[in-house]
């Protein structure tokens, strides 16, 4: 699930330090057509102000109403919302969204220790997945609903959340046309580590906040780079030497996607370069890189590469949803 911890997390970093307590909003059910799906969630301020959507906008304002009573209340609250057909129009919502969704409403402050915001907050920093679950339904002698628990057991009623660090994405070479790249990457939340052995291209001030910028040669890959903690390598140097070199230092990682610039015949000619050892990376090599969306800019040619990466991430094949 994609939880835009890059949005979340600030603002969650912003209450902190105020001390203002936020509702957490959590989808627990959909049926039909829905913006978001189960185990989605957003903040939301006292003063309406919000970090992340769980519909189009429909949805948000009538939230914010139940939010400021949880806040206020510290009392967990169940909505449900159900947009299909002529029931559309009771909710007095006209979104014709036709999808229903079950949202829990919990507050998130002092009193509760920040929890889940605070765990999710450790992992992320330090890397690592985290999960929480909350109750959802009230039990003779158990817990409230609305009860947080960090990195549970599996039992009911409780509802689970889990969530991975974003990915990781190594972009190999530094140069003008990696730049667009680079910021897609970052806007989408993703971390982003670049490496190049050119000095004009390794200023950190190039790229955008929080980027990792190393200097160095492709044969020093490993010794600078964790390279078991990359989700997706981008190859485009520009260098043929250099492309071959990333290309070796990448054979033996598990790197599950590994992208290369250029047209296909040069493709072939890196991989004939590197051998029999290179068919281990073919599977995973997208070459060409890319979508074919008619991209011949830079910005459009990012554009191309980073739907690619999203689209392999979460299985998908890139094609269209119309037929």
């Not at 057509?33 to 006292?46: D, E, F, P, Q, V």
């Not at 929890?115 to 158990?142: M, N, Y």
Request: proline letters at 7%; a negative charge.
């Amino acid at each position: 699930m994609d939880h835009e911890l890059h949005r979340l997390l600030p603002f969650y970093a912003d209450a902190r330090a105020t001390g203002e307590p936020l509702a957490l909003a959590l989808v627990l059910r959909t049926a039909g057509s829905t913006y978001r799906k189960h185990g989605a969630w957003m903040l939301i301020a006292r003063d309406g102000r919000y970090a992340g959507l769980l519909s189009g906008g429909c949805l948000e304002g009538d939230l914010r109403e139940h939010a400021f009573r949880v806040i206020d209340s510290g009392v967990a609250a169940r909505v449900s919302y159900d947009m299909r057909g002529p029931d559309d129009a009771l909710w007095g919502l006209g979104s014709g969204c036709e999808g229903a969704m079950d949202v829990l409403l919990l507050r998130v402050g002092p009193a509760e220790e920040w929890q889940p915001l605070a765990a999710l907050h450790d992992s992320i920093v330090k890397g690592d997945a985290c999960a929480f679950g909350v109750i959802t339904e009230q039990t003779t002698g158990g817990a409230p609903i609305g009860t947080v628990l960090i990195n549970p057991a599996e039992v009911a009623p409780l509802f689970i959340v889990r969530v991975s660090p974003p990915p990781h994405v190594l972009l190999l070479g530094g140069g003008p046309d990696s730049l667009p790249v680079a910021e897609l990457v970052v806007f989408l939340g993703w971390r982003l580590t670049v490496v190049d052995h050119r000095p004009a291209y390794t200023a950190s001030d190039r790229f955008p906040a929080g980027t990792r910028v190393i200097g160095c040669h492709a044969d020093e890959l490993a010794q600078h780079c964790n390279l078991a903690r990359i989700d997706a390598a981008v190859v485009m140097s520009h260098h043929l030497d250099s492309d071959r070199a990333y290309l070796a230092a990448l054979i033996p990682t598990a790197i599950p996607y590994v992208g290369l610039l250029g047209p296909q015949p040069r493709r072939e000619r890196l991989l004939a370069d590197l051998g029999t050892v290179a068919e281990a990376l073919r599977a995973r090599l997208h070459a060409p890189i890319g979508l074919d969306i008619g991209a011949h800019t830079p910005s459009a040619i990012a554009l191309s590469i980073v739907a690619e990466i999203q689209a392999v991430f979460s299985g998908r094949d890139g094609g269209r949803f119309s037929v």
